[in-house]
């Protein structure tokens, strides 16, 4: 496996690593389970602390662990620095919540025997993180922060385009005051993978990334008798009801559709208008993507980034060919890009019938799979359709119409007037094909834990 920086924008690479010896898997392992031994008799509140300085850490060189997010994968400038101010917001969740999220909880018992019973949660050890290129620090933010705060240590296998953002971090956690071994980057080989999870000292696994990468390690974790969690690809639908206010659906539209160049598990694919409105609708919606300016990802005037490697681009471009293939009609929608760097033009595909196997694709691209609904039980109908459950969006003026839409809808989020978001303090994480388990707050917190009853009876008493 080639770890390497090249710039998506300019495609230099600037930088390789070479992959892990067996050596440093070992070493990796051996600190991991001294580190933990030691941190699990911290407190939660010394363990926050550190957490809490990671954070400050952070504010303090935003636009320097920005700039490398830029340079790594060619995120736009201005969402790199969100990115880091929202991993900040992640650790400050934790260092606000833990403590009471981890308190020991009173379990009320019938039995006149049980003087006392309560649910302690225990932290287990090593928890081996697999994370992918696309918020190469939010993703790593979003394992690390609850698990540290529960006890836990985490080894790292990151994508293997961002090397550099995953040595910043370790290196973060080392100055914020984590022990050597608390948090690691190992530029691991898959077989290496497979050795990691087979050790004993190793008791989870949790995986962001494809549906392909996810079922490999789902399996050999399965194997070997591990807790693991999924969080996988999407095709999000986004709703627009006969109703929606059409100018501010349509711009968040663009928005959900386009951000971090659409390479987004929960970004806006499948836009779903129903037909009384379709018209007015697209005519706002395509008008909002022509005026996205491809460009340098470091310009602040750049609205559309590179992908994250030529790669990628040729990938969309392929999933587009044989779509329409198969009898979609693809529409360049977007404006001209530039010649150099990973570009891919924003487009979108109409006439997807159910049996295209692009109608339930996933585009990981400024690519826009558009649909025409009867009424709304046919654009829930729609939406329903898919092998993925990540997440979705309804838009409407009446609140309680869109709760009961949502309700309808098979996924693990939904957002009302907005396309699916990640924040630090709501929960993450969808079904079927998108995976399973879910991440931050108390739920990404209690994933990795022994719940663990302790009971106090009466020793005359009956059981």
């Known amino acids: 496996m080639a770890y390497a920086t090249t710039n998506p924008y300019t495609a230099q690479t600037l930088k390789t690593f070479p992959n892990a010896t067996d050596a440093e898997v070992a070493q990796a392992l051996e600190q991991g389970d001294a580190a933990f031994r030691e941190w699990k008799e911290r407190s939660v509140a010394e363990r926050v602390a550190v957490l809490q300085k990671a954070a400050d850490l952070l504010r303090a060189k935003a636009h320097d662990y920005a700039k490398l997010l830029t340079l790594e994968m060619g995120k736009l400038i201005g969402e790199a620095e969100a990115e880091v101010e929202l991993s900040a917001g992640i650790f400050e969740y934790y260092v606000e919540n833990a403590e009471r999220l981890l308190a020991p909880e009173p379990l009320p018992s019938k039995d006149?025997?049980?003087?006392?019973?309560?649910?302690?949660?225990?932290?287990?050890?090593?928890?081996?993180?697999?994370?992918?290129?696309n918020f190469p620090y939010y993703q790593i933010a979003r394992i690390i922060a609850p698990q540290l705060s529960a006890g836990n240590v985490v080894v790292l296998k990151h994508a293997s385009n961002v090397p550099q953002c995953a040595d910043a971090f370790e290196q973060l956690m080392l100055e914020a005051g984590l022990p050597v071994g608390g948090f690691k980057n190992l530029f691991a080989t898959r077989g290496q993978l497979e050795t990691i999870i087979n050790d004993p000292r190793v008791h989870g696994v949790a995986l962001t990334g494809s549906e392909g990468a996810g079922a490999v390690v789902a399996a050999q974790a399965g194997t070997a008798l591990k807790k693991s969690t999924m969080e996988l690809g999407g095709a999000d639908a986004f709703i627009v009801l006969d109703?929606?206010?059409?100018?501010?659906?349509?711009?968040?539209?663009?928005?959900?559709?386009?951000?971090?160049?659409?390479?987004?598990?929960?970004?806006?694919?499948?836009?779903?208008?129903?037909?009384?409105?379709?018209?007015a609708f697209m005519e706002r919606y395509v008008a909002g993507v022509a005026k996205l300016k491809a460009g340098d990802p470091m310009d602040r005037a750049t609205t559309l980034a590179p992908l994250s490697s030529q790669g990628a681009a040729d990938e969309v471009r392929d999933l587009v060919a044989q779509a329409?293939?198969?009898?979609?009609?693809?529409?360049?929608?977007?404006?001209e890009v530039p010649a150099q760097g990973a570009f891919v033009q924003p487009l979108m595909l109409t006439g997807l019938s159910t049996d295209n196997p692009a109608y339930y694709w996933e585009f990981f691209g400024p690519v826009s799979l558009i649909f025409k609904a009867r009424d709304e039980a046919h654009a829930i109908e729609i939406a329903n359709d898919s092998p993925f459950g990540l997440g979705g969006s309804v838009f409407t003026q009446n609140i309680e119409r869109g709760r009961k839409v949502a309700a309808r809808m098979s996924t693990g989020m939904v957002y009302i007037n907005h396309p699916t978001a990640v924040k630090a303090d709501l929960p993450f994480g969808?079904?079927?094909?998108?995976?399973?388990?879910?991440?931050?707050?108390?739920?990404?917190?209690?994933?990795?834990?022994?719940?663990?009853?302790?009971?106090?009876?009466?020793?005359?008493?009956?059981?």
């Open 243 to 279: 109703d929606a206010d059409l100018d501010k659906a349509a711009k968040w539209a663009v928005f959900g559709r386009h951000w971090n160049a659409g390479q987004v598990c929960c970004s806006s694919k499948r836009i779903i208008v129903l037909e009384s409105v379709y018209e």
């Open 324 to 335: 329409v293939g198969h009898g979609a009609t693809a529409t360049v929608i977007g404006a």
């Open 112 to 133: 006149p025997a049980v003087i006392d019973a309560q649910l302690v949660h225990e932290p287990l050890g090593i928890i081996l993180a697999i994370e992918p290129w």
């Open 430 to 463: 969808g079904l079927r094909r998108s995976g399973y388990g879910r991440e931050l707050i108390d739920l990404g917190l209690k994933e990795f834990v022994n719940h663990k009853l302790i009971g106090v009876t009466d020793i005359d008493g009956g059981f």
